[in-house]
């Protein structure tokens, strides 16, 4: 049978959660309801499942401009922006950066993110400063606040168009992601959904066997933000569980010579400015929210008198630096051994999302909206929705959490540091216990949701329909459905 000929995906049917929920509405679709997700092939009406899909995430990306609303004019009095939880990086350093004086990125000023995200700012920045001087009555940080969200909110949605291609049986599954209320209260806080929308880009150019594209926009990707070349670790391991090194090798050198060629012009010609994102990255202290600073704070109440290990660390960053940096090493080792020796090969997405969780699980540093980028991981890696609204709930807790001890560093406090620490340790037991699920549908297959639609990997590209050889025991394990 054609994979497009497959029956979709029915979450009311295939989900216990969303089961369960449906009997407020009379109960799950029937075995005999018509079927209007495939759209034309199914002969439906104009609102197929991806057409809901890609309006839900509008509507999120909407409702999120409404709530960034009170802050869009940059007039910031008597913390407005932490009362409110409007407060965006990107209406910040318009000004910050100097973009609001006509100052390129890199050239004229030092940037604190990567090359490609400073290019970003730069190419939607100067043109409003430029606007601006013609035009002295606009508001230029809320022309550039809008731009952006206008711009990175097309992004989202492209973004979610991947996925669908991506989950052509399983449409519903990208309305995690377009319904993420952690997508609705961080989308443009920073510019981290840039990286996003190159990786699952990158994701589903490797599912469609087109690994320079994917080593291409995955480069790109790690050019904006660090973690989607986080992504080829994976692949490598996938590689070498299957003997399929082409296409893996490709994605890998092509990646690699992306981001080369990215930085090095600008490493080149503004070397002191390129450096400002390392300089700053190496010489941070525990930043808030962090395993380090719930480590930190218990260290305050075990011996309040005497700096226990979590202050030393804080107070000896060099040190804590190769401290995360071996415990995120010693978890990729972990994770690849999950690859090679799982019963049957794990999915791609599975691995990618236990590595991002990784990283920022023993981070130094691990802002808000960093959940962003493991949203469209979990929705390709474990798409189930009971677990995925408790983490998001705890996400969400956190955002609320964060603007109150925001405002208790102002001197404006609304409740113990306690009730913060609470709020970031629920939030790492959510991605926590994420991988705990993910980890076990990788050791227990038949759990896992996707493979009850698709025979093997539709994230997979050259892996995809593989035969699996134990790497310990018998020449080929698992049949491939044909």
């Known amino acids: 049978m054609r994979e497009d000929a497959e029956p979709v995906d029915q979450p009311s049917r295939s989900d216990g959660f969303v089961r369960g929920l449906s009997e407020v509405i009379g ?36 409702l999120h401009w409404v709530q ?106 990208a309305a995690m992601f377009a319904l993420s209320p952690a997508l609705l209260v961080t989308a443009t806080v920073n510019w981290d959904l840039l990286a996003i929308g190159l990786a699952v880009f990158g994701m589903l150019a490797w599912a469609r066997h087109r690994p320079v594209a994917a080593g291409v926009l995955l480069g790109l990707g790690c050019a904006a933000k660090l973690w989607p070349l986080f992504i080829l670790g994976p692949i490598l391991v996938l590689a070498f569980r299957t003997k399929r090194w082409r296409a893996a090798m490709t994605t890998l050198g092509t990646g690699i010579a992306t981001v080369l060629a990215v930085n090095i012009p600008v490493a080149l010609l503004f070397t002191e400015s390129w450096k400002r994102f390392f300089d700053l990255n ?84 691990w802002s808000q909206q960093y959940v962003l980028w493991l949203l469209p991981l979990a929705v390709l890696a474990r798409p189930r929705w009971g677990a995925f609204l408790v983490w998001q709930l705890a996400e969400v807790a956190y955002f609320l959490a964060f603007y109150g001890e925001l405002l208790g560093a102002e001197g404006k406090q609304v409740f113990p540091e306690g009730v913060f620490v609470l709020a970031a340790t629920l939030r790492l037991a959510g991605v926590v216990a994420m991988c705990y699920f993910v980890v076990r549908d990788i050791l227990r297959p038949e759990l896992d949701p996707v493979r009850e639609t698709y025979a093997d990997d539709p994230d997979g590209g050259d892996f995809d329909g593989a035969p699996d050889p134990d790497v310990l025991h018998e020449p080929e394990r698992v049949p491939v459905r044909a």
């Open 27 to 62: 109960g799950p679709v029937g075995e005999h309801a018509v079927d209007r997700a495939g759209g034309a092939r199914s002969g439906g009406g104009f609102w197929t499942a991806s057409r809901i899909v890609l309006a839900l995430v509008c509507l999120t990306l909407a």
């Open 68 to 173: 960034k609303s009170p802050c869009q004019d940059g007039a910031w009095r008597d913390f407005q922006q932490y009362k409110q939880f409007c407060y965006t990086d990107v209406l910040a350093l318009y000004y910050a950066e100097g973009l609001n004086e006509g100052k390129v990125p890199y050239a004229d000023h030092p940037v604190e993110y990567p090359v490609l995200t400073g290019a970003f700012m730069g190419a939607l920045g100067l043109p409003v400063h430029e606007l601006g001087k013609d035009n002295p009555e606009i508001n230029q940080g809320q022309w550039f606040y809008n731009l952006n969200a206008l711009v990175l909110g097309a992004i989202a949605v492209g973004a979610v168009g991947a996925l669908l291609a991506l989950r052509k049986r399983r449409p519903w599954d």
């Open 282 to 365: 190496s010489t941070r202290p525990i930043d808030w929210g962090t395993f380090w600073y719930i480590g930190r704070y218990l260290d305050n109440k075990w011996s309040p008198n005497s700096a226990g290990p979590f202050q030393w660390l804080s107070d000896h960053v060099s040190t804590l630096n190769l401290l995360t940096y071996l415990l995120f090493g010693l978890a990729c080792i972990g994770i690849a051994a999950l690859g090679v020796y799982a019963p049957r090969r794990p999915r791609l997405a599975s691995l990618a999302f236990l590595v991002v969780a990784a990283f920022l699980i023993f981070s130094k540093v």
